[in-house]
Structures are given as C-alpha cells and as structure tokens.
C-alpha cells in the first residue's frame, strides 16, 4: 500500500512536468524474446558500461605524456629509473595508488570481453538472419562498433608506452605505411612524424577517451533506439508471427533479468581483474626502439592481423619504381576486405537471391546452408589466424620448430577454409531436411539424403513461413473488460496462452492490437478470467519490502528538496 | 501434477498447490536474502581491504562477491518470483499507408520547398563543398612545417660520414669492444633515441662470409640496422653459432654471413648495412648512411 | 603428442648407439654439443674451437698439465667416465662434442651444474635438468679440465647489484630471446631461449660470460662485473612472484594466454549466466 502510494506520488510530480506516464507505461511493458541468445549483446553494453567507468578513474591518474620523467615509487626496479611520463605514471597507477592496479586490470579484462561480446552477438546475428530488413541499418552500426572497438582497445593498449605495446604499435605504423601511394603521409600525419614520435601518445589519448568513446556512446544510442523502435525480431515458435514479439514484459521480469547479468558481468570483470594478472607493463618495461621482448603478441583481437602478418610470404612488389611491401596485403588488404564482406553481407545475400521483405522471425542457421557454409568457412580462415598469430608461444609449448608450425599454418589457412565451409553447408543441409533434430544426432544417411529432400529457395520461404498457423488462425483472441473499466486481450491456442503486455483504454484499440498480432485469429469477446499472474506479483511486491523502504527514502528526499 | 489430482480428494489440490507455491516463494526469498547479504558483505570487505592499505587480490576478490551477489539475489528473484515468458506485443509492419508517404513528400518538396531550387542547390553544394575543402587544410598542421616529410625523413638517417658508433651508455666502441661472438647495440653518437638509426655490431669470420656484407667490415666486424624489413621490430634475437639474427615479432630470419638476407619469416628485403671504417682515434665510425633505408618498405622506398 | 613423436623417434636412433657404449666403462653417453656447430666449425673440422668454447679462448695454448691436489683422481675419474667420450680424454674434442680447452670454469660449472651435461639424450640443445653430480664432484670436474689449459672465464663471484640497472640492462640485452617476463622464447629450428625461472644468480652471471649454446656472450668489455651482479640480481626479481602483483601470472606469456582466458573464463561464466537468465523458469 505505501509503496503504491509512493510511486503514485512520484509519478504524478514527474508527470504533472513531463506527461511521461503513457510513454513510461508503454516502455516498461515492451516485450523481450526469451532466449539467452539475445542478450549476448547486453553483456557487450554492460562491459562498455565497466569500461567507461574504470577507465574514467584510470585518466585521472595517467599522464598522456612522452616527456621523460623520472618514476619515485614503490616498484624497485624502476625506483628512480628515467622514463616517459605515460609509462610512469602507468606504474605509479598499478604501484602507489590504492585500487588503481585493480582498475587497470578490470578495464583491460573489460575490454577484452567487450570485444568477444560483440564477436559473438554478431555471430548470432548473422546466423539467425537477423541482419535482413528492416535490421541492416542496426548491422551496420553494430559492425562500425566492432571497427571502433577493435580501434580504441588497440590504442588503449598502446598509450602505456610500454616495451610490448611499444612493439606492436610499431608494426601498426609500418603495416599503414605500406599502403601505396599515401601511406607515408597517412602515417606521418597520424603520428606527426617518424616512430617514434612524442605526438603519438597524447593523440591516442584523446581519440581513446574522447573520440571513440564518445562515438560509441552515439553509436550505442542509435543502434537501442531503433531496437527500441523496431521491436525485437524472434524466433519461430507457438504463437510468434511476422506481426508479434512473444516474451517478458521489461518491467519487472525482464528489469531484474538483465540486472542480474550487469552485476555478474561486474561480478567477472572483477574478479579477473584483482585475480588474474593482465599486461604486467612493469615487467615488460618502457618502450625503446632498440630493445625487444618475445614472444611479442597484441591483445587477441588484433592477433589475427599480427597472425595473417606472420603467414603472409614475403613478397614486395614493384610498381614503376615504387615498393609496395608485404605488409600491405595481410595488414590493409585483409582486414579492409574483412570490414567491406561485413558491411555488404546483408546487401551480397540480397543479390544472391534472398528475398527484400522484412523478417522479423529468425532463421535458425540450418535454414540456410549457404549462409552457414559462408560463416564457418570465414571463422575457420579467422581461427587459424588467430593461432598463427600465436605460433611462438604454441611452439614454445609444444617444443617444436616455430617456422614448421608456421609451414602447416600457411597451408591449413589455405586449405582448411573451404572443407570447413562445405562440412557446415552439408550439415546445415542435412539438418534443415531432417526437422527438429539436433547436430548430435546426424548420421552419414541423413547428409546424403540431404540433397533428394532439397527445397528450393523459393519452396523454402513458403514452407518457413506457412501463412496458417503463423498468422494465428489456428487459435483464437479472446478479448475482455476488466474490472478497472480498461480492455485486454490474450491469444490462445491449444497450450499457448499469450497475453497482451499493455491495458487498453477502449475496445476498439484492444481489438487493433489484437488483429494487428494475429491477422487470421477470430476475436471474441470472454469474461474477464481469474488473475493469476497478478496475485503472485502482488504477494511478491510484498516480499520486496526492502525496496519500498528504499523508494520511501528517495521519495521524501524529494519531497523535502521540493518544499524547500 | 496431473498426477496429484488424481490421487488428491477434489477440494485439497488447488489449496495444496497455493501452500506449496508459498512455501516455494518462502524457500526462493530466503535464498534471494542471502545472496543480498553475502553482497553487502562483499561491499563492506572491499571498503576494509581498501581502508587497511589494499591488496589487488582481496579487492578484486571482494568485489566479484559483492556483485555475484547482487547478479545471484536479482536472477534468483527474476526466476522464482516474477513472471517470466507468457507476453505478447504487436508489431505493426513499418510501410506507413501510402497516404502518410504522399504528405510526406508534399510536406517536404511542396511548392515553396527550398529542395526546388536546383540552381541554387548546386551552388549551395558547391559553398560547401569548397568550405569542406577548405576544413582539410588545417589537417596538415598534424605534421608540423619544420619536420621533415615522409619520404626524405624514412629514407635517411642520422648517420654519415664521420658518425662514431657509441653505445646505449654514448660510450664510443673501438674494435676491440665487439669480442667475437657477442651482439653489441650501436648508435649514432648524438642520436640515441630516434626510431630509425639502432644498429647493431658483431663481429664474424670473414672466411665464413658466403656474400660480402654490403657496407663492408673491420676484422670482421659488421654491423646492420636493427629494425626487421617487415614490420620494424628490432632484430635483437642474435643466434651466435649461426650468426643469424631472428625478429620476434614474425620469427623473420636474416643470415648475416650472406648479407643480413632474409632466409625465413615473412621479410623479403635484407637488413641493410652500415658502411663503416677505424677513425683516427681508434674508434668505429660510419662512412655513410645505411646502404638501403632502414625498417619496413614504403611507397617512396628507392 | 607431437613432442612425444619426437622422444621416440630420438630414442630410436640413439638405442643403438647407447648399446654399442654399454661396454664402456661408467654410464658413458653419446653426446652431441648443445649448440649446433657453427658452418665455419663443421667445416674446419671438429678438433678446432667450436661454437661451445667461449670468446675467452683466443689465448688458447696447448697446455696439457696435469692437476696436482687431493681430488685430482676423482676429477680425472668423473671425466673419463662421462665426458671423455665426447671431449676426448684430454679435453680435445671429437666427432661428437667440442673441445673443452679454453672453455674455462665457468663452462663446465654453467653445463654441469645446470644439468645440461652428461647429455642423456641427443638433442638440438640439451634441456635443463636437475644436476647429475653433487657440488663437490662438479668441482673437481670443474678443476680437471681446466688442467687442460686454454683459459677461459672463471667462475664469477656475484654480489648483490643495483636492482634499477640490472632491470635496464635485462631489458636491452636479454629480454629479446629471454623475454622481458624471463619466460623465455622460442628462436628457430627448434632451438629455445630458455625460461629463467630456475637460474641461480651465479648461472646467470656464468651463462653472460660463457653464452652457451646458441646465445651471445658477454665479456667484461661488453658488461662489467657490476653489471653483471645487477642483471643477475634482477633475474631473482623477475623470478619470484613478487612481481606478479597483479594475480596469477597465467605463465607471463602476454596476450595469448590473456585472451584464451578472457574466452574460455570470462565469456564461458557471462554466457552461461545470460542461457540461465535468458531461458523460461518453469515455474
């Protein structure tokens, strides 16, 4: 009773300024699909969230400087030892201010899982079709964050001014000055001068905490608030149509869902954070053109570039009198044709031949072999990068010649592709022609018999989509008045019972929404039925007493602020 | 369940099923309370940690409680006690009816619209694309006017005629410095620290030379930039016995008793070489820049 | 798997060659050099100053004195028992391993003592092991062939040194193969920069002034003994896990290991919250 109170007297200050209630009641019953696989990009949002708030603690300690300094602290072996004031003070961060090591070790573990977030959200997306219209736009923000991502967490990883760091910005600087024709003047431009040069760590800087970030957060924005206005895409299931989403409601299922998983992505990020040592720049340390340290690796999602870099052979070409060098094609060539596949993907299936209408049911991958012979064959050609660019240290594990791990890589990423690619388009294949079974269960008959039991493309869009049961007609909507005067409706059919997520102030707009949902399903109107659901909310509003005496507090902090 | 109400008088299997679910709820909210608390324990152990002189295990430790706890109790609570599933929203199509898209259009290219005005919207273009180009210029202060530019500045280096070889100390280095068999760091004196001039110095068996070195040797001493051909790491990985030097950035091999030629790994081009001689007072000296510019290739490179 | 390929196919060819020893007195091994001789030594043959003899040996004379003292004979017998089938009886090299004239103390005490020598297998490059011999045999050993003339670094004496400078001098002139972390590297053909994280300062201090195997020496022109003291000093910083402030150290190998468990911890535990949360309670 008192928090309802509460929350009305809350409301209707709020209200009485904003007229917030039929937006605010509109976005709280926003319904949300019920699949794990759906919140992988919410663990990126709340690692983004992490990194933001370490890294804002991290610059009020580090000094975005190359001028030498000498380090006082608590780190002997470099006590007293001249060195730039970025490195320093990034020692000084990890030594002699209290948590700043935890911090630091937090905001590189969040950034690392920041980027996996959104490799695998986009794995999901891809595989599922979810990048088909109306969702391109939404693809394309996505992957301009992954290239934004990848951008910041590398000169994130730079700016310490370390040995290792040091190393790889340094291979980055000759990777861009291999591009022809204004790879020079690029390079020179960007660092303001030959590598080393002081201009480059404040500028990393800047684009690191300012820039990208502030670019993201825009990007972010953009890419929820056409989720938002867009509406969740689903899988096909009992009930679920081109014209519904089924699932929680965001307030209070979802709510506290989703606050779980931001406190356990603290909870992790943490826990790695004071844990498991990441980037020791002590040990490593300070950068010197003229000093190295091996195995030299940057962090892993840059460790593909660095792999294709190490599998590439070594062949300059002449143009005129001109060198384009080797780097140019494993460091510019494959990672911008990797960014222009990603971008065009939705745009390149089109072509092919996928239909241009709007999907808001997903594909499960085995739907389209195609598709899924596409993916595996690029994520194979990308792991065996991704080991390549640790060939050392696997050879220095498995004690063997580190140029003959290197032989069998250049030919695996050669070779491996394609039959990879082919196995996935075989058994996606053969699963599509075998209904519900999962991959575990196919055997040699069901992959040869694949082929007889082919649909074609077009065959297969009216059979995914039988315009029957998708469209409700096999169940029916029942539409009532509660007590409260407000209409509802809910759709059954055999099991299923959906209802609506919103109360509707007349009939007719009940109706709308109901024939909008479920084009084929006869409404009718019923008593209202016994509510169920409502009981256990309400005896669990109970039990969450300690959040009303909360909510009190706040309220009358309010309140006392407004009479002053 | 069907079970129950078979086995179950008539009356007693709704009131069972309310006492059970009770029960539940009871059992789900004590757990809930006990993850909040295992929380606040957390959040207070981090604050004591942090109070008595910090230790980056116990904070971080602390910490990952008090939020597991937090992500225990609200997933706990989103599961056992609020509804989940069992909610369906419409989801009109986005075509708005064609009538919406007709005023659009009228709205924005009516009569008095400005986007009518072709002449003038090619000249408006024409302002802002010159104001666009003009906004570039100021780019160019990036690389400030009294450094040098690209392809003068990747092509030479410090060293010339003259120029002692001194070591990370700017001690200079005579001959007898570099015993054979050991790998010896070198520098233009007076340029220490620049990315592109670190050389190195060791000191071979003339007669094992299968190609002369290109910039010649005292004694057998030769000496090579130290920045790989590929990527620019430094190729301080010297392999005494078989005097080759490797990068570890991309395990690039360069044999130094055929001209520093790059034998393995992703390098094409050989390191190149400095030419040096014995100056009057008996130290090592250059007697001109590397015989190739120094580091990875460029557009510009010969 | 691959490694264990290698073991046996090792053991297969050495067998023979053991057997035909096992007549020999003591447990007599083949021994291959732990370097690999370089070009220039293959080629002047194997009696001339190989790639194990140190940079100290250009005033390698013949000489040929015999030792006089209490443990000459047990010296003298370790030799002939272990090593002399390789080195020759006086120290001379053959076919199978280099001369051991002007190897100098610190040789012998950095190999023996390291375990690397007796060889127990043929191998690229002898791994370190625990040491076959007590510290009162490796003496004697140490004694015996330096009575075989030529020299050669002495087994240094290490202080404590300044532990700022033995970082800065680790870091130009080791941590290239050795690795900043002294968790060592690969280099090529098989051959590895070894992982420090057993050295004791005095085989620190032997390994910069013999460079076994594969590795650079570093004579007094190059590091003087104060340098060295600090390197070697630093070296017993960079191996306790005072250093890994941070946590566990995840083996010091840098970004590899780092992102294998970013994926493999970090996103396994978030994933698996997320299908928790994100699936239907049935309640």
């Known amino acids: ?564 | 369940m069907t079970g129950r109400l078979d086995l179950a008088p008539a009356a007693t299997p709704e009131e069972d099923e309310r006492r059970e679910a009770a029960r539940r709820e009871r059992a789900a909210s004590r757990w809930i309370g006990l993850a909040f608390g295992a929380s606040a324990c957390g959040a207070a152990g981090f604050a004591a940690v942090y109070a008595t002189g910090g230790q980056t295990q116990l904070e971080g430790l602390s910490l990952a409680v008090a939020f597991a706890g937090l992500a225990a109790g609200l997933g706990l609570w989103s599961r056992r006690l609020l509804p989940s599933g069992g909610y369906v929203e419409e989801h009109e199509p986005f075509d708005s009816p064609p009538v919406e898209v007709r005023l659009t259009t009228e709205a924005l290219a009516g009569p008095e619209s400005p986007l009518r005005r072709r002449g003038l919207l090619g000249l408006l273009t024409l302002a802002l694309g010159a104001l666009a180009g003009a906004a570039l210029f100021p780019l160019r202060s990036l690389l400030p006017f009294d450094r040098a530019r690209p392809a003068h500045a990747l092509r030479v280096t410090p060293w010339a005629a003259g120029v002692r070889l001194v070591r990370a100390d700017g001690s200079p280095v005579r001959p007898d410095d570099v015993p054979a068999e050991t790998f010896v760091p070198v520098f233009p004196e007076g340029h220490p620290d620049r990315g592109d001039t670190p050389a190195f110095a060791v000191r071979l068996d003339p007669a094992r030379f299968t190609t002369p070195p290109p910039g010649g040797h005292v004694d057998g001493i030769v000496v090579y930039s130290l920045l790989c051909t590929h990527a620019g790491c430094p190729v301080a990985l010297y392999l005494r016995g078989t005097a080759r030097v490797l990068c570890p950035c991309h395990q690039s091999n360069f044999d130094l008793l055929a001209a520093a030629r790059a034998i393995a790994g992703p390098a094409s081009r050989p390191l190149p070489g400095l030419p040096i001689a014995v100056d009057p007072a008996g130290f090592l000296v250059a007697t001109g820049d590397f015989t190739s510019p120094p580091g990875p290739g460029f557009w510009s490179h010969e | 798997m691959r490694v264990g390929q290698r073991r046996r196919y090792l053991r297969a060819s050495v067998i023979p060659m053991i057997l035909c020893l096992v007549a020999a007195p003591g447990p007599v091994l083949p021994v291959a050099a732990a370097p690999v001789p370089t070009p220039g030594a293959t080629t002047t043959g194997p009696a001339t100053t190989g790639a194990a003899t140190t940079p100290g040996a250009t005033t390698a004379g013949a000489a040929t004195a015999r030792p006089v003292g209490p443990d000459a004979g047990r010296g003298e017998r370790l030799y002939l028992s272990s090593c002399a089938s390789c080195h020759g009886p006086a120290g001379q090299g053959s076919q199978r391993g280099p001369s051991l004239v002007g190897a100098g103390p610190a040789a012998v005490d950095f190999y023996v003592g390291t375990g690397r020598m007796p060889l127990v297998l043929e191998a690229d490059q002898a791994p370190r092991r625990a040491p076959v011999f007590s510290p009162d045999d490796i003496r004697a050993l140490v004694r015996h062939v330096e009575s075989f003339g030529g020299g050669g670094p002495p087994i240094p004496e290490v202080a404590s040194g300044d532990l700022r400078d033995g970082r800065e001098l680790f870091q130009a002139n080791c941590a290239a193969c050795h690795s900043a972390t002294g968790a060592g590297a690969v280099l090529t053909n098989g051959w590895v920069a070894p992982s420090l994280d057993r050295a004791t300062p005095v085989q620190v201090a032997e390994a910069i002034r013999v460079g076994p195997g594969l590795m650079p020496a570093f004579p007094e022109t190059v590091l003087n003994r104060a340098q060295v003291d600090a390197v070697a000093g630093y070296v017993q910083e960079l191996r306790g896990p005072r250093l890994d402030r941070g946590g566990a150290s995840l083996g010091r190998l840098g970004p590899v290991t780092e992102g294998l468990v970013a994926w493999l911890v970090g996103l396994v535990l978030l994933v698996l919250a997320a299908r928790w949360l994100g699936s239907r309670a049935d309640r």
């Open chain 1, 1 to 564: 009773m008192i928090t309802r109170w509460l929350v009305r007297a809350v409301l209707r200050s709020v209200d009485g300024r904003l007229r917030v209630a039929p937006l605010l009641r509109r976005g709280l019953a926003k319904v949300f699909p019920d699949h794990w696989a759906f919140m992988l990009g919410e663990i990126a949002l709340y690692s983004f969230v992490t990194l933001v708030l370490t890294g804002v603690y991290l610059t009020l300690f580090f000094e975005a400087s190359t001028v030498e300094t000498t380090y006082t602290g608590s780190y002997a072996p470099l006590d007293g030892a001249r060195t730039s004031a970025a490195y320093a003070s990034t020692v000084r961060l990890s030594f002699d201010v209290r948590a700043g090591l935890l911090m630091r070790q937090t905001h590189h573990w969040a950034a690392l899982l920041f980027v996996a977030a959104i490799v695998l959200h986009l794995l999901r997306i891809f595989f599922t079709g979810a990048f088909r219209r109306p969702r391109g736009i939404n693809w394309v923000i996505g992957v301009t964050m992954l290239a934004l991502a990848l951008f910041n967490g590398f000169t994130g990883y730079s700016i310490p001014d370390d040995l290792l760091s040091g190393i790889g910005l340094r291979i980055l600087y000759s990777v861009a000055q291999s591009i022809p024709v204004v790879g020079e003047w690029l390079v020179f431009l960007a660092f303001g001068g030959e590598f080393p040069s002081d201009d480059a760590v404040p500028r990393m800087f800047v684009t690191h905490v300012l820039l990208v970030p502030a670019a993201l957060a825009v990007l972010i924005a953009a890419h929820l608030g056409i989720l938002v206005r867009q509406k969740h895409s689903q899988f096909p299931g009992p009930g679920r149509t081109e014209n519904n989403v089924v699932g929680s409601r965001f307030w209070p299922a979802y709510t506290i869902r989703t606050l779980a998983l931001f406190a356990w992505v603290f909870a992790v990020l943490f826990g790695l954070g004071g844990l498991a040592q990441i980037n020791p720049i002590w040990i490593y340390g300070p950068y010197d053109p003229a000093q190295a340290t091996s195995p030299a690796q940057p962090d892993w999602y840059i460790i593909w570039g660095d792999g294709a870099l190490r599998l590439f052979p070594g062949v300059d070409f002449d143009i005129a009198g001109h060198l384009v060098p080797a780097p140019f094609w494993p460091g510019i060539v494959l990672g911008g044709l990797t960014f222009a596949g990603l971008y065009l993907w939705p745009l390149l299936e089109r072509l092919a031949g996928a239909d241009r209408r709007a999907h808001e049911l997903l594909d499960r991958p085995r739907e389209h072999p195609v598709r899924v012979g596409v993916g595996v064959a690029v994520l194979t050609f990308f792991a065996v990068l991704l080991v390549a660019g640790s060939d050392d240290v696997i050879a220095k594990l498995l004690k063997v010649p580190v140029l003959d791990v290197l032989s069998v890589l250049r030919v695996v990423a050669l070779a491996a592709p394609v039959p990879a690619g082919l196995c996935g388009y075989l058994a996606a294949r053969a699963l599509r022609a075998n209904g519900g079974r999962g991959i575990g269960e196919l055997t040699r008959r069901d992959l040869r018999a694949a082929p007889q039991q082919r649909t074609g493309p077009g065959e297969r869009d009216a059979s995914a989509a039988p315009a029957g049961p998708l469209d409700g007609a096999d169940g029916r909507v029942e539409l009532w008045r509660d007590p409260d005067g407000t209409w509802r409706w809910r759709y059954r059919s055999g099991e299923v019972t959906l209802t609506a997520n919103l109360a509707y102030l007349s009939r007719e707009e009940a109706e709308r929404s109901a024939t909008t949902a479920y084009r084929r399903a006869p409404v009718v109107a019923v008593e209202p039925p016994v509510p169920a659901v409502a009981t256990a909310a309400r005896r669990t509003a109970r039990r969450a007493a300690p959040v009303g005496g909360w909510l009190a507090l706040l309220a009358i902090g309010t309140w006392r602020r407004r009479r002053r």
